[in-house]
């Protein structure tokens, strides 16, 4: 991500929510950036402060050196009361959407599908195709208990 499409926040969009003086522990691009990939993987704060300290690839598309310590799951909740009280929020969609559209990943006035139809088609089908799995799993099982119960059947009768 961070090598195709290059930096999409800087810290100059989130003057405004924070005071003049002092400076914040985290840098509000990184958070902002953070909270995307959050959502993205369906994270909670918790998790995604984890993921930020252990895994090598959400430090590389942060520009974090690899033993940086991470932070506290409470400072993304505070960031994103933040956002929310600034209204900010609209900003990092019109960010991320200006530099997907700089990277030629959008294009201006292209025809996008808003509907999900085609998305449910391909679920359907998965879905369909676990069902057949999940059916010959059950009848592979239900043969080895029968099989198993006809060993022994076989075994008693060759006893008597």
Known sequence: MRDEIGPIFDDLMFAPLFPARGQPA????RLALITVMQFVEGLSDRQAADAVRSRIDWKYALSLELIDPGFDA???CEFRARLVDGGTGPALLDAMLARFK?????????????DSTHVLAVVRSVNRLEF?????????????????????????LRLV
């Open 26 to 29: 985290e840098s509000p691009w």
């Open 102 to 114: 700089e990277s030629g990943l959008l294009r201006a006035r292209g025809q996008q599908r808003t």
């Open 74 to 76: 409470s400072v993304l």
């Open 132 to 156: 057949v799995g999940e059916t010959l799993r059950a009848a592979l099982n239900t043969l080895a208990l029968v099989e198993a119960g006809l060993a022994r059947w076989f075994d008693f």
